[in-house]
Every structure is written in C-alpha cells, then in structure tokens.
Nanobody, 121 residues
C-alpha cells in the first residue's frame, strides 16, 4: 500500500508563513511526479506547485515568488514553503504523487487526505 501524509497546516495571519510536508511511504518503486494542489470551498481543485517528470517545476501564477516546493534527498518527502500568505490562499492543501509500484508497471496517482490552511486578515 501507498500512503501520503500531509502535515503543517494551520491558522496563520496574513503575511505569515507555513511549511507543509508530505511524506510518502509503502512499497514504491518510483515516484515520478509529486506536487501540491489546493481546493477552497465551492471551487475546483487547482495545482499549486509540482515537480514534473523532467525534474522541472511548475507553480500557479498566484503563488510564484511566494511559495517554494522542495524535495528531500530520499525523494519520498516534499515540502511547500509558503511565505507572504494571503487570505485567498486559504484552502485544503493536498499532496499528490504519481507512483510506480514496479519498474515496468503502470503509474498511479495517489492523494493524501489534505491539510487545512486558513489565512486570516
């Protein structure tokens, strides 16, 4: 089984910072893509930041210059450093990972259960 566990969410004032962490565990051959999405009430889930297959990164325009995605040396853990937070950043943040369980096996997308980020004015 594969598990993704997010942590680091909470309540913060506008202008403050939070760091989210996502740790992947289980019988994993390869994690090919890993990233962060967020979803606010009544809105669709949107990409926040991710590592792509080619090890490039993508950021939502709304977070560029404020958020930074990073990966640890074990490559099973990512972080999202969120600075200069705004009320419109409030959402449930989800970790995702595109995972292979075997070298020639298919790729599956796994999701964490999410962590709440609330930014007050």
């Amino acid at each position: 089984q594969v598990r993704l566990v997010e942590s680091g969410g909470g309540l913060v004032q506008a202008g403050g910072s939070l760091r989210l962490t996502c740790a992947a565990s289980g019988s994993i051959f390869s994690i090919n893509v890993m990233g962060w999405y967020r979803q606010a009430p009544g809105k669709q889930r949107e990409l926040v930041a991710r590592f792509n297959d080619g090890a490039t990164t993508n950021y939502a325009d709304s977070v560029k210059g404020r958020f930074t995605i990073s990966q640890d040396n074990a490559k099973n853990t990512i972080h999202l450093q969120m600075n200069s937070l705004k009320p419109e950043d409030s959402a449930v943040y989800y970790c995702s990972a595109d995972v292979q369980l075997a070298e020639r096996g298919p790729q599956y997308r796994y999701w964490g259960q999410g962590t709440q980020v609330t930014v007050s004015s």
